[in-house]
């Protein structure tokens, strides 16, 4: 206790931290969001209501959490792995019956995957049934959408990863009816398949949407659905 | 309340432009057309112009040690060639007209029907030896490519469909 009190009182402490200790009065606490980056998702005072279990039920966080093990356990999986032909499906195996722990890692990345899908889902039900959607939250709930709409595609293109029978088939069936969009759908379905066959460049092209593009729209996007929750005025 | 106008106007209700109006709106439109230049040239970027594929034409035989009534499936091209009771050849593509998975040949039929020759296994579309649906969800029949004699081999060509009353190849 000592030593962390006079850690406290440190120059390079209190250039870091602003918030003086100790934290007892209420006025400390509130100083210590206000004082931090967090201010600018999380308030200083939430009501009680807000963070009580059965009126969220959660999920959203559950949701950002998968997605943090999603990117924690993916950045991991990038280590051992080649986007290219036939390196990929080997790899894979690799990851099963060589790495230390592979296996275990990559279940944890495949079905918190499985799982972002349901509870994001399931949060979004919560929000319809709670009446949430209405204004002024009703752009967050476009926002909504569109990370819904993230996951799904994060999911699609990740399953072309391991370049397995089920992966192949899945993405031929996906990108043909891809190309039932009017008019431009040939030559989508052409962009993302990188060809007319899925091959090399669909594999990298699938790997570079999975691992940088999507991921990085999903976290703009979280950050201001975040930012939104609070400016709406709290959990409704 | 009176509404902000973008631009100022003059008495006569006419646009007024002085000089910061006029560089803003040249400024924007040169970023605009700068923009709208790179957006092309990235969608051009995005589609490869060498692509190694499998080539659309290949050859098969020599006839005469293919007897009629039989098949020969080539995986590479997923294409059926097929010499028919009298002797005829015609070429199907193997590629189900549903959502693009490869269909099997299957002599004894499939589900029961002893015409179903073809078959899908990803959501079960049957078709008969001449590539027309039997069962759905596929509605269109098998694609049909342009087939040749030159010499004594049989030509194929994928990148060719023909209609119903060209695929035969008489010999
Ligand atoms: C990647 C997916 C998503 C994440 C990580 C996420 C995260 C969150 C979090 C943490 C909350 C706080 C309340 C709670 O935990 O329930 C929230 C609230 C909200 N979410 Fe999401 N969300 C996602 C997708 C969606 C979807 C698909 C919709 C609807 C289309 C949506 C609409 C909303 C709305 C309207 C609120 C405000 C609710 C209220 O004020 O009671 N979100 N989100
Ligand atoms: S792809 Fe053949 S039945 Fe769907």
């Known amino acids: ?236 | 309340m009176e509404k902000k106008k973008l631009y100022p106007e003059n008495s006569n209700g006419k646009n007024k432009i002085n000089r910061r109006i006029f560089l803003t709106s040249i400024g924007n439109t040169a970023t605009g057309i700068v923009l709208l230049g790179s957006f092309g040239v990235t969608l051009e970027y995005l589609s490869p112009n060498v692509l190694l594929e499998i080539p659309k034409i290949f050859k098969v035989g020599p006839v005469n040690s293919i007897q009629p009534n039989s098949i020969i499936y080539e995986p590479e091209q997923r294409t059926f060639v097929i010499r028919d009771e009298q002797g005829y050849f015609y070429a199907l593509s193997a590629v189900c007209t549903h959502l693009g998975c490869t269909t099997k040949w299957n002599d004894s039929g499939a589900a029961g029907n002893p015409n179903a020759v073809i078959s899908c296994p990803c959501h079960g579309s049957l078709f008969n030896k001449r590539g027309e649906v039997i069962q759905g969800p596929a509605i269109r029949a098998l694609d049909k490519y342009r087939i040749q004699l030159e010499e004594d081999k049989l030509v194929i060509n994928t990148a060719e469909k023909v209609s119903e009353d060209e695929m035969i190849l008489k010999v």
């Open chain 1, 1 to 236: 206790m000592k030593i962390l009190n006079w850690l406290a009182q440190t120059k390079i402490w209190q250039s870091i931290f602003r918030t003086k200790l100790p934290i007892s009065t209420n006025l400390d606490k509130s100083l210590v969001i206000f004082n931090s980056l967090t201010l600018h998702i999380h308030p200083v005072k939430v009501r009680l209501r807000a963070i009580k279990f059965s009126y969220t039920f959660y999920l959203g966080m559950i949701s950002f959490f998968l997605f943090v093990l999603l990117i924690v356990t993916g950045i991991l999986l990038m280590l051992y792995y080649q986007p290219a032909i036939p390196h990929a499906y080997n790899n894979m195996k690799d990851l099963e019956f060589v790495v230390s722990n592979g296996s275990y890692l990559r279940n944890m990345h495949r079905w918190s995957a499985h799982l972002m899908v349901i509870t994001v889902f399931l949060h979004m039900l919560r929000v319809f049934y709670k009446g949430a959607y209405k204004p002024p939250r009703e752009f967050n709930w476009i926002i909504g959408i569109v990370l819904l709409i993230i996951t799904l595609l994060l999911s699609y293109t990740g399953y072309l990863l391991p370049y397995d029978q089920l992966s192949y088939w899945a993405v031929t069936v996906g990108t043909n009816i891809v190309q039932y969009i009017p008019i431009a759908g040939e030559k989508i379905r052409f962009l993302l398949l990188g060809g007319n066959e899925i091959g090399e460049y669909t594999l990298v092209r699938f790997y570079v949407l999975h691992c940088v593009i999507l991921p990085l729209f999903m976290v703009l996007l979280i950050a201001l659905h975040f930012w939104r929750i609070r400016k709406d005025g709290g959990l409704s």
